[in-house]
């Protein structure tokens, strides 16, 4: 059986990714600022998991009428989201606290969704944000035969309606996660092509202690106090709509026009770009001025911050970011802003759309 081999990156004698946590750095410490998180997300991290535990109880246990139930499984849903933007993201990547600890505790509460977070710390923090829209092992851009979203992709002739059934895929990617892909992964012991780490007893009994939970919690029980019809129709309704929003705050970011999707030279293996000037060509930002869609997807809609300072909180982005457009005009690399997360949905469907052409192309400036 063959090696994968992962690409390398480009090498050169005075690395953008060193300017930048220089200068970012600077930043830091001339305004003594540590990086990680601060009473306001630790406050907004209490009042999300409280919002999630109460609303759960409130359905399963105080069974409402059937249209605040809707709404509430509406409201679970965003509360899913919110906890994996907001908690578990910063948590991962130990910016949510100076605390190893509490880095933990937070990171940990992708359990309490239902989530692997040895996959996903695998899939996200070490495959995603190193090999950033690179086609074959990036996996958050394979999609199957289902959508294409890379130029170097097969091509099927369904694909030419993908910027129109995207929505109802994209529902449901929180429901798949949680009964398939994470099982996939672990029983295949790859990630895509990549193969896992060893995993250890602690993480084997992890993976399967939080399955367990989850279907106790958010299925057996459901059904005993609520019924079968009921429970699905809420199951539904929360899971489709946590998977929607999770799949398009994570898709505005990296699959719209504009972004890079590089490929590494056949012989040499190396891509064509250094590690920063990669993260910076191949993810967008959106809507950063709009103070609540950033307060609700924990600042993912500065995008390129976090890829290029992932150990830095969400909450010191919006300043960070003034610093990295400059470099980026000093570089003359493309900073990829888009105003509205409106302007920044439509050009991820002018994306899958082009996508969707047999000969679709990247669209640049």
């Known amino acids: 059986m063959s090696t994968f081999i992962t690409p390398?990156?480009?090498?050169?004698?005075?690395?953008?990714?060193?300017?930048?946590?220089?200068?970012?750095q600077a930043y830091l410490d001339e305004h003594g600022i540590d990086g990680t998180g601060t009473s306001k997300l630790f406050t907004k991290a209490i009042l999300l998991i409280v919002a999630f535990v109460g609303v759960y109880i409130h359905l399963v246990f105080f069974t409402p009428i059937w249209y605040i139930a809707i709404a509430e499984s509406i409201v679970l849903g965003g509360l899913v989201a919110g906890i994996g933007f907001n908690v578990m993201h910063d948590g991962?990547?130990?910016?949510?606290?100076?605390?190893?600890?509490?880095?933990?505790?937070?990171?940990?509460?992708?359990?309490?969704?239902?989530a692997n977070h040895f996959m996903w710390n695998?899939?996200?923090?070490?495959?995603?944000?190193?090999?950033?829209?690179?086609?074959?092992?990036?996996?958050?851009?394979?999609?199957?035969?289902?959508?294409?979203?890379?130029?170097?992709?097969?091509?099927y002739k369904a694909h030419k309606f993908q910027h129109i059934y995207f929505w109802v895929l994209?529902?449901?990617?929180?429901?798949?996660?949680i009964f398939f892909t994470d099982y996939k992964k672990y029983f295949s012991q790859k990630i895509g092509n990549v193969p896992l780490k060893k995993m250890s007893i602690a993480d084997h009994i992890e993976f399967w202690s939080v399955k367990v939970y989850h279907a106790a919690v958010f299925v057996v029980i459901p059904i005993v106090f609520v019924g079968w019809v009921n429970w699905i129709i809420g199951f539904v309704i929360m899971?489709?709509?946590?998977?929607?929003?999770?799949?398009?705050?994570?898709?505005?970011?990296?699959?719209?026009?504009?972004?890079?999707?590089p490929i590494a030279d056949i012989e040499t293996n190396k891509l064509p770009d250094e590690f920063a000037a990669h993260q910076i060509k191949t993810t967008a930002n959106f809507a950063t001025?709009?103070?609540?869609?950033?307060?609700?997807?924990?600042?993912?809609?500065?995008?390129?911050?976090?890829?290029?300072?992932?150990?830095?909180?969400h909450v010191h982005y919006p300043?960070?970011?003034?610093?990295?457009?400059?470099?980026?005009?000093?570089?003359?690399?493309?900073?990829?802003?888009?105003?509205?997360?409106?302007?920044?949905?439509?050009?991820?469907?002018?994306?899958?759309?082009?996508?969707?052409?047999?000969d679709g192309k990247l669209l640049s400036y």
């Not at 190193?130 to 992709?153: K, L, W, Y």
């Not at 994209?170 to 996660?177: D, E, K, Q, S």
């Open 239 to 261: 899971t489709f709509f946590a998977g929607f929003v999770l799949s398009i705050v994570f898709q505005l970011a990296h699959t719209v026009e504009h972004t890079d999707f």
């Open 92 to 114: 991962s990547h130990g910016s949510f606290s100076g605390n190893k600890i509490m880095n933990r505790v937070a990171a940990s509460s992708i359990s309490l969704l239902g």
């Open 122 to 155: 695998m899939k996200h923090n070490m495959i995603h944000h190193s090999f950033t829209n690179i086609d074959g092992v990036d996996d958050d851009i394979e999609i199957g035969v289902f959508m294409r979203m890379a130029p170097t992709q097969k091509w």
């Open 170 to 177: 994209y529902m449901l990617l929180y429901v798949f996660w």
């Open 319 to 358: 300043a960070i970011s003034k610093i990295v457009k400059g470099i980026c005009e000093e570089y003359n690399l493309q900073y990829i802003e888009f105003p509205t997360m409106r302007k920044a949905v439509a050009a991820h469907v002018r994306f899958l759309k082009e996508m969707g052409k047999p």
């Open 289 to 313: 001025k709009n103070k609540l869609i950033s307060w609700l997807v924990g600042g993912l809609n500065f995008q390129i911050e976090h890829h290029l300072f992932p150990k830095i909180s």
């Open 8 to 24: 390398k990156f480009a090498n050169v004698k005075q690395p953008l990714h060193l300017e930048l946590k220089k200068r970012v």
